[in-house]
Antibody, heavy 122, light 111 residues
Framework: QVQLAQSGAEVKKPGASVKVSCKAS????????ITWVRQAPGQGLEWMGW????????DYAQKIQGRVTMTTDTSTSTAYMELRSLRSDDTAVYYC???????????????WGQGTLVTVSS | QSVLTQAPSVSGAPGQRVTITCTGS?????????VHWYQQLPGTAPKVLIY???NRPSGVPDRFSGSKSGTSASLVITGLQAEDEAVYYC???????????FGGGTKLTVL
Protein backbone atom coordinates (compact mmCIF):
# COMPACT_ATOMS: atom_id res chain seq x y z
CA GLN A 1 0.00 0.00 0.00
CA VAL A 2 1.05 3.58 -0.59
CA GLN A 3 2.83 5.09 2.38
CA LEU A 4 4.47 8.46 2.92
CA ALA A 5 6.71 8.68 5.98
CA GLN A 6 7.78 12.16 7.07
CA SER A 7 10.67 13.30 9.21
CA GLY A 8 10.23 14.32 12.83
CA ALA A 9 9.21 17.56 14.49
CA GLU A 10 11.51 20.56 14.31
CA VAL A 11 11.99 23.67 16.40
CA LYS A 12 13.66 26.59 14.66
CA LYS A 13 14.49 30.18 15.42
CA PRO A 14 13.19 33.04 13.27
CA GLY A 15 15.36 33.52 10.20
CA ALA A 16 16.53 29.90 10.12
CA SER A 17 15.72 27.23 7.54
CA VAL A 18 14.01 23.86 7.85
CA LYS A 19 14.09 20.85 5.56
CA VAL A 20 11.34 18.24 5.85
CA SER A 21 11.60 14.85 4.17
CA CYS A 22 8.88 12.55 2.86
CA LYS A 23 9.87 8.96 2.00
CA ALA A 24 7.47 7.20 -0.34
CA SER A 25 6.84 3.47 -0.61
CA UNK A 26 4.32 1.12 -2.18
CA UNK A 27 4.28 2.73 -5.63
CA UNK A 28 6.56 3.85 -8.46
CA UNK A 29 7.85 7.19 -7.18
CA UNK A 30 8.61 8.59 -10.63
CA UNK A 31 5.04 8.04 -11.84
CA UNK A 32 3.47 10.63 -9.54
CA UNK A 33 4.07 14.07 -8.15
CA ILE A 34 4.28 15.10 -4.54
CA THR A 35 2.49 18.10 -3.13
CA TRP A 36 3.17 19.91 0.14
CA VAL A 37 0.37 21.35 2.27
CA ARG A 38 0.66 23.10 5.61
CA GLN A 39 -1.77 23.72 8.42
CA ALA A 40 -1.18 26.40 11.06
CA PRO A 41 -2.52 25.63 14.54
CA GLY A 42 -6.32 25.66 14.49
CA GLN A 43 -6.38 26.79 10.87
CA GLY A 44 -7.23 25.33 7.48
CA LEU A 45 -5.12 23.71 4.79
CA GLU A 46 -2.74 25.79 2.68
CA TRP A 47 -1.25 24.46 -0.55
CA MET A 48 2.47 25.18 -0.77
CA GLY A 49 3.51 23.63 -4.04
CA TRP A 50 4.08 20.54 -6.13
CA UNK A 51 7.04 18.65 -7.53
CA UNK A 52 7.07 16.07 -10.29
CA UNK A 53 8.45 12.70 -9.26
CA UNK A 54 9.39 12.15 -12.89
CA UNK A 55 11.57 15.14 -13.78
CA UNK A 56 11.64 17.41 -10.72
CA UNK A 57 9.54 20.17 -12.27
CA UNK A 58 8.10 22.40 -9.57
CA ASP A 59 5.21 24.78 -9.06
CA TYR A 60 5.16 26.92 -5.91
CA ALA A 61 2.43 28.95 -4.26
CA GLN A 62 2.95 32.64 -4.92
CA LYS A 63 2.84 33.45 -1.21
CA ILE A 64 6.02 31.52 -0.42
CA GLN A 65 7.79 31.57 -3.75
CA GLY A 66 11.37 32.67 -3.17
CA ARG A 67 11.54 31.07 0.29
CA VAL A 68 10.72 27.46 -0.61
CA THR A 69 12.55 24.78 -2.55
CA MET A 70 11.13 21.33 -3.26
CA THR A 71 13.41 18.55 -4.43
CA THR A 72 13.36 14.80 -4.89
CA ASP A 73 15.86 11.97 -4.65
CA THR A 74 14.56 9.25 -6.95
CA SER A 75 17.20 6.79 -5.74
CA THR A 76 15.54 6.74 -2.32
CA SER A 77 12.00 7.73 -3.39
CA THR A 78 12.18 10.72 -1.08
CA ALA A 79 10.82 14.23 -1.51
CA TYR A 80 12.11 17.22 0.40
CA MET A 81 10.69 20.63 1.21
CA GLU A 82 13.02 23.37 2.43
CA LEU A 83 11.62 26.63 3.77
CA ARG A 84 13.99 29.52 4.47
CA SER A 85 13.84 32.77 6.42
CA LEU A 86 11.39 31.26 8.85
CA ARG A 87 8.90 33.48 10.64
CA SER A 88 6.59 32.78 13.54
CA ASP A 89 3.64 32.46 11.16
CA ASP A 90 5.39 29.54 9.47
CA THR A 91 4.63 27.50 12.59
CA ALA A 92 2.45 24.70 11.26
CA VAL A 93 2.10 21.01 10.56
CA TYR A 94 3.58 20.31 7.16
CA TYR A 95 2.12 17.45 5.11
CA CYS A 96 3.34 15.78 1.97
CA UNK A 97 0.80 13.99 -0.23
CA UNK A 98 0.84 12.04 -3.48
CA UNK A 99 -0.63 14.10 -6.30
CA UNK A 100 -2.81 12.52 -8.96
CA UNK A 101 -3.88 14.30 -12.11
CA UNK A 102 -7.59 15.01 -12.09
CA UNK A 103 -9.57 14.21 -15.22
CA UNK A 104 -10.84 17.78 -15.28
CA UNK A 105 -7.37 19.31 -14.90
CA UNK A 106 -5.49 20.08 -11.73
CA UNK A 107 -4.53 17.58 -9.06
CA UNK A 108 -5.98 15.79 -6.09
CA UNK A 109 -4.11 14.20 -3.23
CA UNK A 110 -4.85 10.57 -2.48
CA UNK A 111 -2.28 9.54 0.13
CA TRP A 112 -0.86 11.73 2.86
CA GLY A 113 2.10 11.64 5.18
CA GLN A 114 1.57 11.79 8.92
CA GLY A 115 2.62 15.44 9.11
CA THR A 116 5.66 17.20 10.55
CA LEU A 117 5.24 19.92 13.15
CA VAL A 118 7.57 22.85 12.57
CA THR A 119 7.67 25.37 15.41
CA VAL A 120 9.31 28.73 14.83
CA SER A 121 10.09 30.47 18.08
CA SER A 122 12.82 32.62 19.53
CA GLN B 1 -9.56 34.65 2.98
CA SER B 2 -9.83 31.39 1.04
CA VAL B 3 -10.35 31.33 -2.72
CA LEU B 4 -13.01 28.66 -2.16
CA THR B 5 -15.68 29.58 0.38
CA GLN B 6 -17.18 27.14 2.85
CA ALA B 7 -19.46 27.69 5.83
CA PRO B 8 -17.45 27.36 9.05
CA SER B 9 -19.77 24.84 10.62
CA VAL B 10 -22.74 22.56 10.05
CA SER B 11 -24.50 20.09 12.31
CA GLY B 12 -26.93 17.23 12.14
CA ALA B 13 -28.40 14.45 14.21
CA PRO B 14 -27.45 10.81 13.69
CA GLY B 15 -29.23 9.37 10.69
CA GLN B 16 -29.86 12.75 9.11
CA ARG B 17 -28.56 14.16 5.84
CA VAL B 18 -26.24 17.16 5.72
CA THR B 19 -24.92 19.18 2.82
CA ILE B 20 -21.62 21.03 2.80
CA THR B 21 -21.18 23.58 0.06
CA CYS B 22 -18.11 25.06 -1.59
CA THR B 23 -18.41 28.26 -3.59
CA GLY B 24 -15.78 29.28 -6.09
CA SER B 25 -15.53 31.56 -9.09
CA UNK B 26 -14.89 31.64 -12.81
CA UNK B 27 -11.16 31.06 -12.29
CA UNK B 28 -11.61 27.72 -10.51
CA UNK B 29 -14.84 25.72 -10.29
CA UNK B 30 -16.46 27.82 -13.02
CA UNK B 31 -13.52 27.21 -15.34
CA UNK B 32 -14.25 23.49 -15.36
CA UNK B 33 -11.62 22.51 -12.85
CA UNK B 34 -12.64 19.51 -10.78
CA VAL B 35 -13.47 19.77 -7.11
CA HIS B 36 -12.22 17.26 -4.54
CA TRP B 37 -13.25 16.75 -0.94
CA TYR B 38 -11.22 15.75 2.10
CA GLN B 39 -12.15 14.65 5.59
CA GLN B 40 -9.84 15.54 8.47
CA LEU B 41 -10.52 13.79 11.75
CA PRO B 42 -9.07 15.45 14.86
CA GLY B 43 -5.31 15.09 15.07
CA THR B 44 -4.95 13.23 11.79
CA ALA B 45 -3.94 13.94 8.21
CA PRO B 46 -6.65 14.72 5.67
CA LYS B 47 -8.14 11.85 3.71
CA VAL B 48 -9.64 12.11 0.22
CA LEU B 49 -13.37 11.48 0.30
CA ILE B 50 -14.44 12.51 -3.19
CA TYR B 51 -12.28 13.20 -6.23
CA UNK B 52 -13.16 14.49 -9.67
CA UNK B 53 -16.42 16.07 -8.46
CA UNK B 54 -18.30 12.85 -7.72
CA ASN B 55 -15.98 9.85 -7.50
CA ARG B 56 -15.42 7.89 -4.30
CA PRO B 57 -12.10 6.13 -3.66
CA SER B 58 -12.45 2.50 -2.68
CA GLY B 59 -13.29 2.17 0.97
CA VAL B 60 -15.29 5.40 1.23
CA PRO B 61 -18.91 4.59 2.11
CA ASP B 62 -21.59 5.46 -0.43
CA ARG B 63 -23.16 7.67 2.25
CA PHE B 64 -20.78 10.30 0.90
CA SER B 65 -21.52 11.85 -2.48
CA GLY B 66 -20.37 14.91 -4.37
CA SER B 67 -21.62 17.14 -7.14
CA LYS B 68 -20.61 20.30 -8.95
CA SER B 69 -22.59 22.87 -10.88
CA GLY B 70 -21.20 26.09 -12.25
CA THR B 71 -19.13 27.81 -9.58
CA SER B 72 -20.43 25.72 -6.67
CA ALA B 73 -19.96 22.21 -5.38
CA SER B 74 -21.63 20.14 -2.70
CA LEU B 75 -20.71 17.24 -0.47
CA VAL B 76 -23.72 15.33 0.82
CA ILE B 77 -23.53 12.95 3.76
CA THR B 78 -26.56 10.75 4.38
CA GLY B 79 -27.24 8.51 7.36
CA LEU B 80 -25.04 10.70 9.56
CA GLN B 81 -22.91 8.79 12.08
CA ALA B 82 -20.94 9.95 15.11
CA GLU B 83 -17.69 8.98 13.37
CA ASP B 84 -18.42 11.52 10.62
CA GLU B 85 -17.64 14.35 13.03
CA ALA B 86 -14.67 16.04 11.36
CA VAL B 87 -13.60 19.03 9.30
CA TYR B 88 -14.34 18.80 5.58
CA TYR B 89 -12.34 20.69 2.96
CA CYS B 90 -12.97 21.25 -0.71
CA UNK B 91 -10.02 21.66 -3.08
CA UNK B 92 -9.60 22.64 -6.71
CA UNK B 93 -7.22 24.42 -9.06
CA UNK B 94 -7.34 28.15 -9.63
CA UNK B 95 -6.15 29.67 -12.89
CA UNK B 96 -5.45 33.11 -11.43
CA UNK B 97 -3.52 31.74 -8.45
CA UNK B 98 -1.85 29.20 -10.73
CA UNK B 99 -2.04 26.49 -8.15
CA UNK B 100 -4.24 24.29 -6.02
CA UNK B 101 -6.55 25.99 -3.56
CA PHE B 102 -8.50 24.78 -0.54
CA GLY B 103 -11.70 25.97 1.03
CA GLY B 104 -11.53 27.20 4.60
CA GLY B 105 -13.07 24.00 5.92
CA THR B 106 -16.45 23.13 7.42
CA LYS B 107 -16.61 21.55 10.86
CA LEU B 108 -19.35 18.95 11.03
CA THR B 109 -20.83 18.33 14.45
CA VAL B 110 -22.98 15.26 14.99
CA LEU B 111 -25.51 16.18 17.66
Amino acid sequence: QVQLAQSGAEVKKPGASVKVSCKASGYTFTSYGITWVRQAPGQGLEWMGWISGYNGDTDYAQKIQGRVTMTTDTSTSTAYMELRSLRSDDTAVYYCARALVAAGNGFYFDSWGQGTLVTVSS
Amino acid sequence: QSVLTQAPSVSGAPGQRVTITCTGSSSNLGDNYDVHWYQQLPGTAPKVLIYGNNNRPSGVPDRFSGSKSGTSASLVITGLQAEDEAVYYCQSYDFNVRGSVFGGGTKLTVL
